[in-house]
């Protein structure tokens, strides 16, 4: 097979709405695993939800989390990366995400610490099997260096504090938007497309036999480094379609299944 290693986006890709991912693209995916291609889960998201849903695949190699922050064993075991925000410029960003009148929380050791509960964030803890750490001071909490900030709030307010961290922090940061209302500030070396690329080399893996399979603006990274690149929703930003190598028709219920079953005939 020409292709040798399969990182997929978790939200948006393979997980669909009701918040897991369907039995055809299950199979699919064990498919390819069965006939000895490595896949890995590519995602914003923590390192616990994500290994849930690598077991339940039967992945067995690293998954990169956290936007690429961090690369873990899917059943626990050595990090391989870890890429942790410097502690001062961390409080620096929290600061600006608050005098913004913005939500803000952080991760630390896998845990989420917040200042302000909401319905979305317990809905988030819910549907991701976590437990979250209610502090009152988010800056005096942060006494280790975190692996990744978060930001919520109105699309405006995003676009606007994006733009403050770039002129403010210039490389010392890597921000990233997954969603409109939602702003992920990590390590300047993190990202999906440097966390593909230390894994593939970690694997023996060259990078023209590396796919990358996502839909959003955190994906572009991979999508670009990747050998095969592959945006799954024609409606997303152009910038991620102009990234991939293969836009998928997303009218077809059953596409990921197809591209899946391409790549296993190559």
């Given at each position: ?71 873990k064993d ?41 200042d302000e ?93 590396t796919v ?55």
């Open positions: 097979m020409k292709y040798k290693l399969i990182a997929l986006d978790l939200d948006g890709t393979i997980v669909h709405e009701d918040g897991d991912i369907s039995a055809v693209d299950r199979e699919i995916i064990q498919r390819a695993i069965g006939a000895g291609i490595m896949v890995t889960i590519a995602t914003g998201r923590m390192y616990r939800p994500s290994a849930h849903f690598a077991r339940e695949l039967g992945i067995k190699i690293p998954l990169i989390c956290y936007q690429g922050s961090l690369i899917a059943w626990g075991g050595k990090e391989l990366w870890h890429r942790l925000l410097p502690l001062q410029i961390a409080r620096q960003v929290i600061g600006i995400i608050r005098r913004m009148s913005l939500l803000s929380y952080f991760y630390l050791d896998d845990e989420l610490y917040l509960i909401t319905e979305r964030v317990e809905a988030y803890a819910r549907r991701n099997h976590i437990e979250y750490r209610l502090v009152n001071d988010m800056i005096a909490s942060l006494i280790k260096r975190p692996t990744e900030i978060v930001a919520r709030g109105e699309p405006e307010k995003i676009a606007r504090l994006v733009l403050e961290l770039e002129a403010e922090f210039n490389s010392r940061l890597l921000v990233t938007r997954s969603l409109s209302t939602f702003c992920e500030i990590g390590h300047p070396r993190s990202g999906k497309g440097k966390a593909l690329e230390h894994l593939a080399r970690y694997l023996g893996v060259e990078r023209d036999q990358a399979i996502g839909d959003s603006m955190n994906d572009i990274s991979m999508l670009q480094w990747a050998g095969l690149g592959i945006a799954m929703d024609p409606n997303s930003p152009r910038q991620v379609l102009d990234a991939a190598d293969w836009v998928v028709d997303r009218d077809n219920g059953d596409s990921f299944r197809l591209i899946m079953e391409k790549l296993l005939d190559m």
